[in-house]
């Protein structure tokens, strides 16, 4: 069974570009979840994708958006990137059957954004 | 939203000793309260979970416990070991709900030999 993958690993952008993140769910995981991680904090919570839609958010603004494919991985982008985006961005799968579910995540290793 | 503090924020203890690790959390209606375990560059590793139907659960030398009337849960390691050492983190959220899991800011837990 294989786990989270995350690409890239490591990242450098410029204030105010654009990136894209990229997660590939664990195997038999249908819900794939983006957490930012800010050094030193625990995981914060930005959204959940399922069935190809986004469903439940956190506190974070438009700028980050997301997709998900019918293979179940998934996409995270943030605009206009500003030096408080610099942060571990998780991924995280699961399973869920109809209703929502937080139970059993799986997270990848992260990708390291840093904004300068 | 839910609010989750954790304490303390750095634990040393000596190997073979035991570790506790406390969260409190704000909202009643959370029911799911999972424990992750973050290695150096590492992502979180779910390590044991407890639902709020339940008092306490083991796994061999980690075990979990719930207080709901106090709104607080703890982790207990027995027997540590020098691979033990990591920053663990407390989670809760309702096990059904939209809003995905809040954190606590994490424990370093750093076993001494």
């Known amino acids: 069974e294989t786990g989270v993958t995350q690409s890239p690993t490591h990242l450098i952008k410029t204030r105010g570009q654009q990136v894209t993140l990229r997660c590939s769910s664990q195997s038999g995981h249908n819900t794939v979840s983006w957490y930012q991680q800010a050094l030193g904090q625990g995981p914060q919570f930005i959204f959940q994708?399922?069935?190809?839609?986004?469903?439940g958010r956190g506190n974070f603004p438009p700028r980050f958006s997301g997709l998900q494919f019918p293979n179940y991985s998934s996409e995270l982008n943030v605009n206009a990137l500003e030096l408080d985006d610099s942060a571990l961005y998780l991924c995280?799968?699961?399973?869920?059957?109809?209703?929502?579910?937080?139970?059993?995540?799986?997270f990848g290793s992260g990708t390291r954004l840093t904004v300068v | 939203g839910e609010n989750v503090e954790q304490h303390p924020s750095t634990l040393s203890v000596q190997e073979g000793d035991s570790a506790v690790i406390k969260c409190t959390y704000s909202d009643s209606a959370s029911n799911y309260f999972p424990w992750y375990k973050q290695e150096l560059g590492k992502g979180p590793q779910l390590i044991i979970d407890i639902r709020s139907n339940v008092g306490e659960k083991k796994d061999q030398r980690i075990a979990v416990t719930l207080n709901k009337t106090a709104k607080h849960f703890s982790l207990h390691i027995t027997e540590t070991q020098p691979e033990d050492s990591a920053v663990y983190f407390c989670?809760?959220?309702?096990?059904?709900?939209?809003?995905?899991?809040?954190f606590g800011k994490g424990t370093h837990l750093i076993i001494q030999p």
């Open positions: 989670a809760a959220s309702i096990g059904g709900g939209a809003d995905g899991l809040t």
């Open positions: 995280a799968s699961n399973v869920r059957k109809g209703s929502y579910s937080n139970y059993g995540y799986t």
């Open positions: 994708y399922y069935r190809e839609e986004e469903n």
